[in-house]
């Protein structure tokens, strides 16, 4: 016989348990709430897309209607079939359909859940092709209206929601609702790191310290101003070629994604093929970088490049640019091609943009609506550095917002250690004055390539650029896409020019070491070729990474070799590096 007071019992503590829970559930989620409304301005909030979606579906009243009627006749359909299969009590087959997001097995062995899931994505597509299909809108209407419409899409998508996700339902009965405890005093805390706004942990942040376990490669701070520190690394050969490589990296992130940890660094790389490296650690920016300009930005570059030249004993070096550290250095070489100076010998660009026309979707960002609100984001002259971060953020919000959203606070998983994540989590803010710039001057009038771009005086353009360059795409690339890349090569001299295609994204496909086996790369002649599918019809794929045949272009650009050198001989060392500069953490102010 049972022991039914035993069980009672059992029933009774775990019923308390239950209640306990989602007692601190309640109480979290106030915390959370009212942690959030604090400083909330985000730029594409979910009121704002349905608002410009509505605007759109309404342009062409009759044919709404006629889509709508269709739209319910077919959901009707998938109801019926639903019923079918439910009171035939015979499971939907797995379908593989709505990507890994439904891959739990609820969404297909349980009718209802099925039925839930393919009405999402029956939903999904009508209302994307009613957008797309949507009267008198410009091709930049037409783009930022797609973008809005996958966005709103993507946040209504039912695994986002405790009741909808059979995973999430099934983990709170198992765990008397434990994971929902975990979960919001995560997002408390995550809102609290945001200084009031939801800062979603994708890795351990604690898993990993700059200087630690990333930016490992030795080197010295050797000099300091205003917007930047300059790293020299320290030699690994006895000898090194004697033209040094100054590198550029983005100021809208911290430089060391090129540098993320022995394996996987390129300034480790370099230095152990005999070059003699330096790198620009750009600073964390607040109130006193107010009134920075491209123009300072720019002069603070050509600073370095004389300390560079001071540092090492040489009249000219080799130059690299990443992502925007690219699109600086193009003007800045047109204005050293027109200017007659000789200080770079030449330059390489990683997946970087210099022609605008077609920018990709960070282009949505660009005009004069989203100027101004920007414009107002910045009362002390700087752009918070959760802004940019979340504008990326939602480029890929189904990876890496709403994934987070069901793991972490629905489910109650921490995430993995992951070091690529927690550089992406490590957000740099940028001077207003400059960020206006560059996105009314590149993104919306594309004045660099037309020959419109004024620098330090001088009025330049592609044309302008003598200097032999490396031009490096990616072919996933979300962020500087490589036909936009291929466009801003091909203004340039094609027969001065290397262009590469590698492959993967914007940031797989340049930190690809050579032992890491993965990917390709092509190459091929520039000339005579009109757009990238021309050029990849006589591309030839290599496997492998493209580091290889960057360093035996840059090598026959480098000179001799010398005696390697002592980091700080001449100008002397501040610090040891990565620095003070990269280690300021805006979530941590």
Not at 536 to 545: C, F, I, R, Y
Request: hydrophobic share 40%.
């Amino acid at each position: 016989m049972s022991d039914k007071p035993t069980e009672m019992n059992e029933l009774f503590h775990q019923g308390q348990e239950v209640a306990q829970n989602f007692a601190q559930i309640a109480d979290l989620s106030m915390k959370v709430w009212q942690a959030a409304l604090e400083g909330q301005n985000d730029a594409v909030s979910p009121a704002k897309a349905l608002m410009e979606i509505n605007k759109a579906l309404w342009s062409s009243p009759e044919d709404l209607a006629r889509a709508t009627q269709e739209y319910w006749l077919a959901q009707q359909s998938l109801w019926l079939k639903t019923l079918v299969r439910w009171n035939a009590d015979t499971p939907p087959e797995p379908d593989g359909k709505g990507g890994k997001r439904f891959s739990h097995k609820g969404w297909s062995e349980n009718a209802l859940f099925d039925y839930i899931k393919n009405a999402y994505l029956f939903t999904a597509d009508w209302l994307q092709q009613q957008v797309a299909e949507a009267d008198g809108l410009s091709d930049a209407e037409r783009k930022k209206l797609a973008f809005y419409t996958r966005n709103y899409v993507e946040s209504i998508h039912p695994a986002n929601f405790f009741a909808l996700n059979p995973e999430v339902l099934e983990a709170t009965a198992e765990q008397n609702g434990e994971n929902l405890v975990r979960g919001l005093q995560m997002m408390l805390e995550d809102v609290e790191r945001g200084h009031g706004k939801l800062l979603i942990r994708r890795t351990d942040m604690d898993a990993f310290k700059v200087g630690r376990d990333m930016a490992v490669t030795p080197g010295k701070v050797i000099w300091q101003n205003n917007v930047l520190q300059l790293i020299q690394y320290a030699p690994s050969t006895k000898q090194v070629y004697e033209k040094p490589l100054l590198f550029v990296p983005p100021w809208i992130n911290k430089f060391y994604i090129l540098d993320l940890n022995e394996k996987k660094s390129l300034m480790k790389y370099l230095v152990g093929k005999g070059y003699t490296v330096f790198i620009i650690s750009w600073v964390n920016p607040d109130e006193k970088q107010r009134d920075e300009s491209w123009d300072s930005y720019s002069q603070a570059v050509l600073d370095t490049v004389d300390v560079v030249l001071k540092e090492t004993g040489q009249k000219s070096l080799n130059i690299g640019g990443y992502c925007v550290g690219g699109t600086l250095l193009g003007p800045l070489m047109a204005y050293l091609g027109k200017t007659k100076d000789k200080r770079v010998s030449s330059a390489t660009m990683f997946t970087t943009q210099l022609e605008f026309s077609d920018a990709g979707e960070l282009q949505i960002f660009a005009d004069e609506e989203s100027l101004e609100a920007l414009q107002e984001q910045m009362p002390d002259g700087y752009l918070p550095a959760q802004t940019m971060a979340s504008s990326f953020n939602m480029l890929r919000a189904s990876d890496l917002i709403w994934s987070y959203v069901v793991n972490n606070y629905l489910l109650g998983k921490e995430p993995f250690p992951f070091d690529l994540l927690y550089w992406n989590a490590d957000s740099t803010g940028m001077p207003g004055k400059l960020h206006l710039y560059y996105l009314r001057r590149f993104y919306m009038e594309n004045a660099f390539a037309t020959g419109e771009f004024e620098l330090l005086g001088e009025q330049v353009g592609p044309k302008d650029v003598t200097a032999p360059l490396y031009h490096v795409a990616t072919k996933e690339d979300h962020i500087a896409p490589a036909a936009s890349v291929f466009r801003g090569a091909k203004k340039m001299n094609p027969a001065n020019t290397r262009f590469i295609l590698a492959g993967s994204g914007h940031i797989a496909g340049v930190v690809n070491p050579p032992d890491s086996g993965k990917y390709q790369y092509w190459t091929g002649d520039l000339e005579g070729k009109a757009a990238l599918p021309d050029w990849l019809e006589t591309a030839v794929e290599t496997p492998g990474s493209w580091w290889g045949d960057w360093h035996k272009w840059l090598a026959k650009r480098s000179g001799k070799k010398v005696t390697a050198r002592i980091p700080g001989n001449i100008s002397g060392v501040l610090e040891e590096a990565p620095g003070s500069f990269v280690r300021d953490r805006f979530d941590l102010r």
